[in-house]
């Protein structure tokens, strides 16, 4: 009894938040970078996520929700400089909504947007019928000579049972 209402009152005491977003999806457009009259870097682009469900009537559905994303500092530079528009890509961050007054309509405006503390990039995507596994031009762009390496295992002497795996 006693180290419950000690919990209640450490807890009561420290009120615990969490503000954290992870989010795994495509690019919707390239990143843009600009500065920051203090002369700090910050790069905005857009993820898009894709959700897939079974609805009560037994149909698949698939919805997209699309988020913006800021990278501040040096993780808005390396965002700018690798990755773009139709790229898959990790980020981690926090929620942040930013309001504002419209000086056309006088209106207040609201945004809510990820802001990145981590992202990790993914594979660049093929473009212009090339792809592979090697470098790209100064466009970011794969050769066209440059074809796919296929490579083919050997094939397993053993057939592996599930009444062998040990767990």
Known sequence: MIFVLTFVSIREKFKMNLNKAFVLGNLTRDPELRQIPSGQSVAQFGIATNRE????????????????????????????????????????????????????????????????????FGPKPFRDGGGGAGGANQNGLAPKSEQLETVEYPADEEEIKPEDIPF
């Not at 528009?85 to 207040?108: A, H, L, N, P, Y």
């Open 53 to 120: 469900f079974t609805d009560k009537s037994g149909q698949r559905q698939k919805l997209t929700e699309f988020h913006n994303i800021v990278a501040w500092g040096k993780l808005g530079e390396l965002c700018n400089q690798y990755i773009r528009k139709g790229q898959s890509v990790f980020v981690e961050g926090r929620i942040q909504t930013r309001s504002w007054d419209d000086k056309q309509t006088g209106q207040k405006k609201y945004r809510t947007e990820i802001v990145a503390e981590n992202v990790q």
